[in-house]
Structures are given as structure tokens and as C-alpha cells.
């Protein structure tokens, strides 16, 4: 789970970021569901601490990485400083409101751009698809990830700072709104959403437990099948990977 904040301070987003960055298993398997996508130049908006980038650079990908956060950028410095395959560390607001003036040094900079639970945290989500567009070389992947069905919202998207959840009709309409050739479009992690409807809905606990993410982690392998045998049809986020015209 990456994380775009307002502020400095993120203390349940830090904290959701570190637990997840122990769940090996978990993340490895996220990262399958696009990378096949990526190519060439990737930046990451929203890269949190670094999870799913150093995913990408064990791949050999050459990676920007960029969050809005002051907090998570010097954290990605002080980890990712040596790393030979990160190009630089940005801090990128996509709902900058001289987005194009100030971002023209990385008009259509990029070959493949990812967003991974980063959209439900921006008040004008259809404007950030559209400046992720303006960085995006024609024929770029654009690569969304971000929680499903506002009716599991909770305590746990509150303390995040989510302002909605999507379904896959939902996000397809961004995509279709700016004109994005669809060339992927499923649910992911079916199995997730009892622990997010126990722990977030019912218990109304306020961040995720190291504990449930690692017993979660275990279960990838029964996650992964159980995604199979519903193709995709239903899971706790939706993941649509599109192609600028």
C-alpha cells in the first residue's frame, strides 16, 4: 500500500506501509498482476517507503520513484541512495494547480506509469488520471491499483485518508472519461475482504494488525487460487491497467 498525504505527519500510513513491508508473500504477488505491463522509463507515484519499487528494481526496471509526502521522500533517499536503477526520488502533487507549468521538465518523460492505492486519497481523482496522462509518453501504460466497494469503507480508510473505494464500472469510467485504451481490468484479492469486513467492519479497529497481515501472508497460495477459481470476478481492490493514445 503506497500513500500520497497532505502532511508530513502519516502515522497510520507509515504504519500500514511497515506492516505491509513484511508481508514477502503478499506484495511479490501484487507485483505479478502488472508487471508484465511495466516498460522502459517507470515512475511510481506514490512510492510510500518502498515496497513494491524495490519489486521492480530486483526486476532490473529503471524507476522514478515520488511521493507528496516530505516524510516518505526522505525515507525513499535515505534506503534507495545507492540503488544504480533509481533515476531520481520527486516529490510529485498531482493535484498541483499549475500542474503542466511546473511539471514540464516530465512532459511525456515516461514509458510506464504506476499509481497503487494512491487515488482514493485525492479529493479530484479524475484530474490526477488526467496530469498522470501529461507525464505519460502516447503508448505508455498507466497502471491503477485502489480499494473496491464503498460499502467495506471503514475505520481502517478513515484513519488513511481514503475518500472513496471503487468498483472495476467506476474506475473503467476514469479510464474511458480520458480516453485510456483498456488493456486490463480485474478484482484482486478475494479473500482479503473477509479480513477487511472482520477487522474494519465489525471490530472497527483503526490500522492493520502485524499480526493479521502476517497470518494473511500465509495464505497468499489459498489467495491466489481462490482468485482463480472466481476469475477475478469479485476482490478487495480493482486493478485496471490502461494505454495512452
Same mark, same amino acid.
Given at each position: 500500500m503506497n500513500d500520497t498525504s497532505n502532511s508530513a505527519s502519516d502515522p497510520a500510513g507509515l504504519h500500514t506501509l511497515q506492516?505491509?513491508?513484511?508481508?514477502?508473500?503478499f506484495n511479490s504477488w501484487m507485483f505479478d498482476q502488472f508487471r508484465s505491463f511495466l516498460k522502459g522509463e517507470v515512475l511510481e507515484i506514490g512510492s510510500g517507503i518502498? #515496497?513494491?519499487?524495490?519489486?521492480?528494481?530486483?526486476?532490473?526496471f529503471s524507476i522514478t520513484l515520488s511521493d507528496y509526502n516530505t516524510e516518505y521522500t526522505?525515507?525513499?533517499n535515505e534506503k534507495f541512495k545507492h540503488a544504480d536503477n533509481v533515476k531520481d526520488i520527486l516529490s510529485i502533487d498531482l493535484l498541483h494547480p499549475g500542474f503542466e507549468n511546473y511539471y514540464r521538465s516530465?512532459?511525456?518523460?515516461?514509458d510506464s506509469i504506476l499509481l497503487l492505492n494512491?487515488?482514493?486519497?485525492?479529493? #479530484?481523482d479524475s484530474a490526477a488520471i488526467q496530469n498522470c496522462l501529461y507525464l505519460l509518453k502516447p503508448g505508455g501504460h498507466l497502471i491503477v491499483l485502489a480499494p473496491a466497494y464503498q460499502w467495506l469503507y471503514c475505520n481502517f480508510d478513515k484513519e488513511?485518508?481514503?475518500?472513496?473505494?471503487?468498483t472495476l464500472k467506476s474506475m473503467l469510467l476514469k479510464f474511458k472519461t480520458n480516453d485510456i485504451q483498456v488493456v486490463?481490468?480485474?478484482?484482486?484479492?478475494?479473500?482479503?475482504?473477509?479480513?477487511?469486513?472482520?477487522f474494519g467492519k465489525i471490530f472497527g479497529k483503526k490500522i492493520l494488525g502485524s499480526n493479521e497481515m502476517s497470518a494473511f501472508n500465509k495464505l497468499v497460495s489459498l489467495a491466489k487460487v481462490m482468485d482463480k477459481l472466481i476469475? #477475478?470476478?469479485?476482490?478487495?481492490?480493482?486493478i485496471v491497467i490502461g494505454v495512452k493514445k
Open positions: 506492516v505491509i513491508s513484511k508481508a514477502t508473500s518502498g #515496497n513494491i519499487s524495490q519489486l521492480a528494481m530486483d526486476e532490473g526522505c525515507l525513499l516530465l512532459e511525456k518523460k515516461f494512491v487515488i482514493e486519497h485525492l479529493q #479530484n488513511l485518508g481514503h475518500h472513496r473505494r471503487y486490463r481490468k480485474i478484482y484482486f484479492n478475494f479473500l482479503g475482504i473477509a479480513g477487511w469486513l472482520v476469475f #477475478n470476478k469479485a476482490g478487495l481492490s480493482v
